[in-house]
């Protein structure tokens, strides 16, 4: 699945493939082909931050999944399912998160599923942050970071990473939120990889101009326009909230106006419940 192997191509590429995969899927009896061709489907809308039609598209795969008794697709597309619910990148449907990370977790332990179970176990842990349980989030999280070290899943360590990064920064802790952003960074770094790398960037400057840095625009800028290119966007709203928090730290409120613009018109697109709430607030 794109969202385990290379989510890079996910947004750029994944709708030109899944129609060639639709196509192929018509003439062969195989629901696994029609599942797979439905998540990669799912992932391309996920990665142009259009939360709906992804969940639409991964409810189908998980029904060819179970077809044909593919634990590990389904596991997945739950998983895929409740990232898609949450308020930093999705609809902010948080009961649906719960329900169906719970059962993709569920399944994932019953089939030793044990490259399932990172994601799933980061997501569940960063509703906790978001329902004001920071304690167990905190907790969680770090359990989990360990785990994939011992594993050597070096993607979910980053992801791991940032949303410990994200929980410290909802607490003011700021300098500390630096230096996990800092650390997904460097494992980023070390590994040759970009995944998830401007949500890591974008982040870890919001964290430094909470500090007083008045040096992070470029970096945020570079993250943006990353994601812009390479259709990342999951990735956006963090990338324009930075923008408008910096240019509103500096007094510039035409830009800031401008960021805000951006981010309540792509929020409004993919119907991002909570994004538009706090652009709303914001405003």
């Given at each position: 699945?794109?969202?385990?192997?290379?989510?890079?191509?996910?947004?750029?590429?994944?709708?030109?493939?899944?129609?060639?995969?639709?196509?192929?899927?018509?003439?062969?009896?195989?629901?696994?082909?029609?599942?797979?061709?439905?998540?990669?489907?799912?992932?391309?809308?996920?990665a142009d931050a259009k939360p709906e039609p992804a969940i639409d598209c991964f409810t189908r795969?998980?029904?060819?999944?179970?077809?044909?008794?593919?634990?590990?697709?389904?596991?997945?597309?739950?998983?895929?399912?409740?990232?898609?619910?949450?308020?930093?990148?999705?609809?902010?449907?948080?009961?649906?998160?719960?329900?169906?990370?719970?059962?993709?977790?569920?399944?994932?332990?019953?089939?030793?599923?044990?490259?399932?179970?990172?994601?799933?176990?980061?997501?569940?842990?960063?509703?906790?942050?978001?329902?004001?349980?920071?304690?167990?989030?905190?907790?969680g999280l770090n359990e989990t970071l360990k785990r994939l070290e011992e594993l050597h899943l070096?993607?979910?360590?980053?992801?791991?990473?940032?949303?410990?990064?994200?929980?410290?920064?909802?607490?003011?802790?700021?300098?500390?939120?630096?230096?996990?952003?800092?650390?997904?960074?460097?494992?980023?770094?070390?590994?040759?990889?970009?995944?998830?790398?401007?949500?890591?960037?974008?982040?870890?400057?919001?964290?430094?101009?909470?500090?007083?840095?008045?040096?992070?625009?470029?970096?945020?800028?570079?993250?943006?326009?990353?994601?812009?290119?390479?259709?990342?966007?999951?990735?956006?709203?963090?990338?324009?909230?930075?923008?408008?928090?910096?240019?509103?730290?500096?007094?510039?409120?035409?830009?800031?106006?401008?960021?805000?613009?951006q981010l309540l018109s792509l929020a409004e697109q993919g119907n991002l419940r909570e994004v538009?709430?706090?652009?709303?607030?914001?405003?």
């Amino acid at each position: 699945m794109l969202w385990l192997h290379d989510h890079q191509s996910a947004g750029r590429d994944g709708h030109r493939f899944v129609q060639v995969e639709l196509i192929t899927g018509a003439h062969v009896e195989r629901s696994g082909q029609y599942g797979n061709a439905f998540h990669g489907r799912g992932e391309a809308y996920f990665a142009d931050a259009k939360p709906e039609p992804a969940i639409d598209c991964f409810t189908r795969s998980i029904a060819f999944a179970k077809a044909i008794g593919d634990k590990s697709c389904e596991s997945e597309n739950l998983m895929m399912i409740g990232w898609a619910s949450l308020g930093s990148m999705g609809l902010g449907d948080y009961p649906r998160a719960i329900t169906h990370l719970d059962a993709g977790l569920a399944i994932a332990r019953a089939a030793d599923l044990a490259w399932h179970i990172g994601p799933l176990r980061i997501a569940r842990d960063h509703i906790r942050h978001c329902l004001g349980q920071f304690g167990e989030a905190w907790q969680g999280l770090n359990e989990t970071l360990k785990r994939l070290e011992e594993l050597h899943l070096v993607r979910y360590q980053m992801m791991a990473c940032n949303m410990l990064g994200h929980l410290l920064l909802d607490l003011s802790l700021d300098a500390q939120a630096t230096a996990a952003f800092d650390c997904g960074l460097a494992i980023a770094n070390q590994a040759n990889m970009t995944y998830w790398t401007p949500l890591l960037h974008a982040n870890r400057a919001i964290a430094r101009v909470r500090q007083g840095a008045p040096d992070v625009e470029s970096e945020l800028v570079s993250a943006l326009e990353h994601s812009l290119t390479n259709r990342e966007g999951w990735f956006l709203p963090r990338c324009y909230e930075g923008l408008a928090e910096l240019q509103w730290r500096r007094g510039d409120t035409a830009r800031c106006i401008h960021y805000v613009d951006q981010l309540l018109s792509l929020a409004e697109q993919g119907n991002l419940r909570e994004v538009r709430a706090r652009t709303a607030m914001a405003g």
